[in-house]
């Protein structure tokens, strides 16, 4: 069974870059998050889908950070523009959406802005 | 509000020792508890959950851990770690009706020869 995929594994940036990351939540979840994970901060919720629904949007990540669903297999998260204070690890997770429902997590994306 | 407290951010322990990581819950309704751990450079991967019933579940690799609804606790334990055991452990809470997680701060456990 494919878990949840995420693409690039490790991406450097610029100061001011646009950045494109990439998940594959596992077939037939119906829920999609996109979490940033940092030693200060921990695990902070950017985004949560519901069937491709937005939920959540992460509140203070609304401005420079967008996640969208394509489609039910895939979702991606835009930085725009990137700042140093963006570095960290994103995380993706999907779960089939009922309470106690668990979520997958994927292998994470580290970001490093310059 | 919800929240979740782990109270010690670093254990160490003596391989073949045993393992108590503790949590503490804040959630006024009913709460669905899990226990996550993170190895370097990796994803959060379910090591147990709880969510009704016999309060002492059972999870992967020999940890279990223990409800407790009067003291609003959900604690980790192992009878005898390994040094693979080195990691991070999250403990979560969800709620009825909120799929969104609540993460505890983590807990890093060493595990010495």
């Known amino acids: 069974d494919a878990g949840v995929t995420q693409t690039p594994r490790h991406e450097v940036a610029e100061k001011g870059q646009t950045i494109i990351l990439k998940c594959e939540p596992v077939?037939?979840?119906?829920?999609l998050f996109w979490y940033r994970q940092t030693k200060i901060q921990g695990l902070e919720l950017l985004s949560y889908f519901r069937s491709k629904s937005l939920m959540e949007d992460g509140g203070a990540f609304k401005d420079r950070f967008k996640a969208e669903m394509l489609n039910s297999s895939f979702s991606t998260l835009k930085i725009q523009p990137t700042e140093p204070k963006d570095s960290a690890v994103y995380l993706c997770?999907?779960?089939?959406?009922?309470?106690?429902?668990?979520?997958?997590f994927g292998p994470g994306t580290r970001l490093t802005v310059l | 509000a919800q929240s979740v407290t782990q109270p010690d951010a670093r254990v160490t322990v003596s391989e073949g020792a045993s393992l108590q990581l503790r949590c503490k819950y804040s959630y006024s309704g009913t709460p669905y508890l899990f226990w996550y751990v993170q190895y370097p450079r990796q994803g959060l991967q379910l090591l147990l959950k709880?969510?009704?019933?016999?309060?002492v579940v059972q999870g992967v690799n020999g940890f279990e851990a223990e409800f407790s609804k009067s003291n609003s606790s959900f604690h980790l334990r192992k009878a005898s770690v390994h040094w693979s055991d080195s990691a991070v452990y999250f403990c979560?809470?969800?709620?009825?009706?909120?799929?969104?997680?609540?993460f505890g701060a983590g807990t890093r456990l060493k595990v010495i020869a």
């Open positions: 709880y969510y009704s019933g016999d309060p």
């Open positions: 997770a999907s779960s089939l959406g009922y309470n106690y429902a668990e979520q997958f």
């Open positions: 077939s037939g979840h119906n829920d």
């Open positions: 979560v809470l969800s709620g009825t009706g909120n799929y969104k997680y609540v």
